[in-house]
């Protein structure tokens, strides 16, 4: 029984590596993710810091009067237009993320087939499946924006502060940035996968009416 289990869940993980684009390179595909998760963090951050400079620890910044206020409000247009020449990229990925939520993902070869071995699946298999290959990736991503809005803030921090700050901060900076690549990297191949995999859990689960 268990060995049969164990099978059937091989299979399953066979399809879900079959369905891996073609040509994947994770290193691309998380410094992808990565460039517009920290711009969307940067983006958000720069405009709190624009209306509340004093939430980064800058009383003496004045929105419309001072000199880094300004400079901020340079780089937040900047950060704006990139995001706006972006737009239907960004409209495309929102809508492609939403399309595993709204109904099964047939269309893909992978998906009868791994959602059928998924079925045969005892539970502990199927929960298995669920964290390594759906919530698992999909936590990667919340940490990996977690600590890019944490470098992104110390940036708009520094800016506010004319630069004035100390060494510590700036090393922050970098590794904030750094640990948000890297959880990327890691789960970057199972990202690739991630609509599948939701789709094929949420079938398996009756998420799907």
């Known amino acids: 029984m268990v060995i049969a289990a164990r099978r059937v869940y091989s299979d399953l993980l066979r399809w879900m590596k079959a369905a891996r684009p073609r040509g994947l390179r994770p290193g691309r595909l998380a410094a992808r993710l990565f460039r517009t998760i920290y711009l969307g963090a940067f983006l958000v951050l720069a405009t709190i810091g624009l209306v509340r400079p004093s939430r980064f620890g800058s009383p003496t910044s004045r929105p419309l009067r001072s000199a880094e206020w300004l400079g901020l409000a340079l780089l937040t247009a900047i950060a704006a237009g990139v995001t706006l020449a972006r737009r239907q990229g960004v409209s495309d990925a929102i809508r492609r993320l939403r399309e595993p939520f709204g109904r099964p ?41 977690f ?47 991630w609509r599948l995999a939701l789709s094929v859990h949420r079938s398996v689960a009756g998420g799907y009416v």
């Open 105 to 145: 993902f047939d269309h893909h070869p992978s998906y009868e087939p791994a959602a059928a071995a998924l079925d045969s699946c005892p539970g502990p298999l199927r929960t298995r499946f669920a964290l390594g290959w759906v919530w698992g990736p999909a936590g990667a991503v919340v940490l990996a924006a």
């Open 147 to 193: 600590f890019a809005a944490s470098s992104a803030y110390f940036i708009v921090d520094a800016i506010l502060a004319r630069f004035e700050i100390g060494w510590q901060q700036l090393a922050l900076t970098g590794i904030q940035a750094v640990l948000s690549l890297f959880v990327l990297r890691i789960a970057a191949t199972r990202l690739s996968t």
